[in-house]
Structures are given as structure tokens and as C-alpha cells.
């Protein structure tokens, strides 16, 4: 089955803040930005702005299984918000997906639409060179692939897997890299050591 994804998810940008946003000691609402997302499509709230709005309505607050969707930058992907985080919003240029239908996996919509298939139909409509900018009538056209809601689950979960892994692989490899540059340091800095102290050692002759 295909379905446009205006048709199972409802879209809305982001909040949207008319001045810079500035951490505020007294705030109680938390700002998700696009610094907040990871290079593997992850929120990672460790260092979001809380601030105080007073004008918030029900509609800007996040909920688990929402998807942020980058509208305005390098890439467009999607990150999943996995867990109950309120009371958080998403600032634009960040758009908020919400699935509305029985039949779609939200954590397989997220995959979906980060796949090269779907990065390719959400290039097809982006605007700009350099900053791609999405609209949300554009990304409302986007055609997504459903199959069984089970199939679905599996494919989200395998996905998830593989993504572990070889976020596991790469940091293995880096700590490999780091081991072997300590190492080869190690002997660099060892040989000039023992050159200094054998020139030390070395007897000293009088040439009077």
C-alpha cells in the first residue's frame, strides 16, 4: 500500500520563536533545536534551552512517538522522540509529524523517510543549493511505502539494530585508532629517550 504522507501523519513547523532563543534560569519549557539532533538522527536533550512562554498552546507541545523533521539545512532527516519529554516544543525550522493512523509504525515512518528512497523524494522537492529548504505542503506530498504494521515493527527493529551496530563498529575503530597512535607515540618519544641517553653516556675525550 502507498500513501502520501499527508494522508497518515499530520504536519506542523515548529514554534516559532521571532528572536533568538536564550536559556533562561527560571524556564520550565524545553526547547528542541536542530543542535539537539545527533549525526545518527537522535535527540540527545543533554543540553536543551529551557525557557518561559506564555502564549503556548496544546498544539506546539511534543509527544512520544512525534517525528521532528529538518526542513531547512544540509540534510533533511528525521528524528523520533522515543520517550514522554513534556513540556518540550521543537523550534522551526523543525516541522513535527504526527502519525494519525492505526496502520503506520511511527518508528518505521522515521526509517522510511531517512532511507536513501525517501531522502531521494524529499531532495526531488527541497528548494535551495547549498540549504535545502523544504515546504510542509511539499513534504505533505511525499509517497511512503507501507506494508503490514508487523512488517513494519520488524523492519524498524532490524534498522535499529543494524544503526548499533555499526555505531559500535565505528566507535571501536576509533578507539583502536586512538590505542595505536598512544602506541606508536610511545615508541617515538621511547627511542629519542634512549638516544638522549646514550649521547649523555658517551665518554667525552680531550683533544688538548
Known amino acids: 500500500m502507498k500513501k502520501k504522507l499527508g494522508e497518515i501523519a499530520s504536519i506542523n513547523t515548529g514554534y516559532p520563536f521571532r528572536t533568538k532563543i536564550e536559556r533562561d534560569p527560571e524556564g520550565t519549557i524545553g526547547v528542541i533545536q536542530m543542535k539537539d539532533i545527533d549525526e545518527y538522527n537522535r535527540l540527545d536533550l543533554s543540553d536543551v534551552y529551557k525557557v518561559q512562554l506564555e502564549d503556548l498552546s496544546e498544539k506546539h507541545l511534543l509527544q512520544q ?11 533533511n532527516t528525521t528524528a523520533l522522540v522515543t520517550e514522554k519529554i513534556e513540556p518540550y516544543v521543537a523550534a522551526s525550522p ?6 494519525k493512523s492505526s ?15 525517501g531522502q531521494r523524494q524529499i531532495n526531488r522537492v527541497a528548494e535551495g543549493t547549498s540549504q535545502l529548504m523544504v515546504s510542509k505542503s511539499a513534504l505533505a506530498e511525499i509517497v511512503i511505502d507501507l506494508p503490514l504494521l508487523a512488517t ?12 548499533r551496530e555499526q555505531q559500535i563498529m565505528e566507535e571501536i575503530a576509533r578507539k583502536r585508532k586512538l590505542y595505536m597512535d598512544a602506541v606508536l607515540m610511545q615508541k617515538a618519544v621511547g627511542k629519542n629517550n634512549k638516544n638522549k641517553r646514550s649521547n649523555t653516556n658517551s665518554p667525552k675525550y680531550d683533544n688538548r
Open 65 to 75: 512517538h512525534d517525528l521532528l523533521f529538518r526542513s531547512r539545512g544540509v540534510t
Open 94 to 99: 523543525l516541522m513535527i509529524i504526527r502519525v
Open 103 to 117: 496502520y503506520v509504525y511511527p518508528a518505521y515512518l522515521v526509517w522510511y523517510l531517512n532511507h536513501p528512497l
Open 152 to 163: 513494519q515493527k520488524v523492519i524498524a527493529e532490524i534498522a535499529a539494530l543494524s544503526e
